[in-house]
């Protein structure tokens, strides 16, 4: 079965760098949710789309953005990176309305130098 | 907002023993509680979900339990096997579709062989 799609697995950027991570849903998910892992700690919920609209926001720092395009893949947009930043980033979707199962990507492993 | 409190962090079972974690959560209009396992390097896997119109659910060897009055909802592996040692999370949300997840700080299995 297709599952969650994330690129790049593993990025490097330096300080005050701007840096964008991709996520592709499963095929019919309309809905998509970024979330932070910081080393040894739970996911922390960043923000979500559904049917492209932005659905929830959470503890998302104002440096990052991000979208849910029309195909339904979406793109989390970090700038002016900090050390701070370096985390996993899951991505996550679910089909919609009728149902509450998320199901996550592999993840972005984003470390900030 | 949703607080979700997971324990114990660590446990270490022999192979074929069980092995139970526990959350609570705070919020009483959550009605969707998931559990997740996470793999070094992996991103997190739903292995069982329950919702709060119904007290129990079991799939094989893993079977999830929800109070509801007392807001706390436990995960219970059978025969422990050496391929279930990983990160375990609970999570909650208000299961209305297209809700977030509010993670446990999750629990570090190990099966001793």
């Known amino acids: 079965a297709a599952g969650v799609i994330q690129s790049p697995r593993h990025l490097i950027k330096e300080k005050r760098e701007t840096a964008t991570l991709k996520c592709y849903p499963i095929?019919?998910?309309?809905?998509v949710y970024w979330y932070q892992q910081g080393p040894g700690q739970d996911p922390q919920f960043l923000i979500s789309?559904?049917?492209?609209?932005?659905?929830d926001k959470g503890s998302i720092p104002d440096r990052f953005s991000a979208q849910q395009f029309s195909d339904y893949h979406s793109e989390l947009n970090m700038s002016s990176l900090e050390l701070g930043d370096s985390a996993l980033y899951f991505c996550?979707?679910?089909?919609?309305?009728?149902?509450?199962?998320?199901?996550f990507g592999p993840g972005t492993r984003l470390t900030v130098l | 907002g949703e607080n979700v409190e997971q324990h114990p962090s660590t446990l270490s079972v022999q192979e074929g023993d069980s092995a139970v974690i526990k959350c609570t959560y705070s919020?009483?209009?959550?009605?969707?509680f998931p559990w997740y396992k996470q793999e070094l390097g992996k991103g997190p896997q739903l292995i069982i979900d329950?919702?709060?119109?119904?007290g129990e659910k079991k799939d094989q060897r893993i079977a999830v339990t929800l109070n509801k009055t007392a807001k706390h909802f436990s995960l219970h592996i059978t025969e422990t096997q050496p391929e279930d040692s990983a990160v375990y999370f609970c999570?909650?949300?208000?299961?209305?579709?297209?809700?977030?997840?509010?993670f446990g700080t999750g629990t570090r299995l190990t099966i001793i062989p």
């Open positions: 996550a979707s679910s089909p919609g309305t009728t149902t509450d199962t998320q199901y």
């Open positions: 919020d009483s209009a959550s009605n969707y």
């Open positions: 329950i919702r709060s119109n119904v």
């Open positions: 999570a909650a949300s208000r299961g209305f579709g297209n809700e977030k997840l509010t």
């Open positions: 789309f559904y049917e492209k609209m932005q659905s």
């Open positions: 095929p019919r998910h309309d809905t």
